[in-house]
């Protein structure tokens, strides 16, 4: 079966960094995907990995190991307004979306 | 600024009632989406339609139906309401490269919350 794995919950403190990892086993690979949902809003996009790596894009970045089927975002000099909910998604060999449950990160002064 | 917009954020509906979710985007995207969203789960896509009037099941879409009549509207439609359908609907669209191809950026609707009572 196709299963996307992340933590639950996990909190930081402000000005910190943070890791949010995610393991995946999809029917096929065509890019990893990460989102960001504030509470009661709708999920929007942040990045984008189909080749290993990191992809940087300001305090976010995004890690891809394909062999391992592992990606992690990083954000940096955490900022409260970053208290969200983070989604992982592999689109798989028919170009559909599969989505972890998502993590939540709270942000602590 | 771009936009997809969902008719209702939200409903109370009784059991066995018809219900009728809708979306609108104003990108000019081939691809829309219904997804549901539930505590502990990650987003379940329901339909989705790369092309006015085509549609093609996800993986739950007992109890639903959709219609795509216009390039820019996808509506979702419970034609009889059951608890178990209570949740949060998330329309989404999103640039079509070719044929079914999904470039996997999904521009979302604000959410429509359903209770089923």
């Known amino acids: 079966g196709q299963n996307i794995d992340q933590p639950t919950e996990m909190t930081a403190t402000e000005g910190a960094i943070v890791q949010i990892n995610c393991t995946y086993q999809t029917s096929g690979f065509n890019g990893l995907f990460w989102y960001q949902q504030h509470a009661g809003e709708a999920p929007t996009f942040l990045s984008y990995?189909?080749l290993d790596g990191l992809e940087e894009k300001g305090r976010f970045s995004s890690f891809l190991s394909r062999s391992k089927g592992y990606s992690y975002l990083l954000l940096k000099e955490l900022q409260m307004k970053d208290s969200a909910s983070y989604l992982c998604?592999?689109?798989?060999?028919?170009?559909?979306?599969?989505w972890g449950a998502g993590t939540k990160l709270i942000i602590k002064p | 600024d771009v936009k997809v917009t969902q008719s209702s954020r939200y409903l109370v509906k009784r059991t066995g009632e018809k219900v009728f979710l809708e979306c609108v985007q104003d990108m000019d995207h081939e691809n829309m989406f219904w997804y549901r969203q539930d505590p502990g789960l990650g987003l379940r896509l329901i339909y989705f339609?790369?092309?006015?009037?085509?549609?093609e099941k996800g993986d739950i879409p007992e109890g639903y139906s959709v219609s795509r009549e216009k390039k820019e509207r996808f509506s979702l439609i419970l034609e009889s309401a059951s608890t178990n359908q209570t949740s949060m609907y998330l329309c989404a669209s999103s640039r079509g490269t070719s044929g079914r191809v999904n470039t996997g950026e999904l521009f979302f609707g604000e959410g429509s919350r359903l209770t089923v009572l």
């Open positions: 339609s790369y092309d006015v009037k085509m549609k």
């Open positions: 990995n189909v």
């Open positions: 998604a592999v689109m798989d060999s028919n170009y559909q979306l599969i």
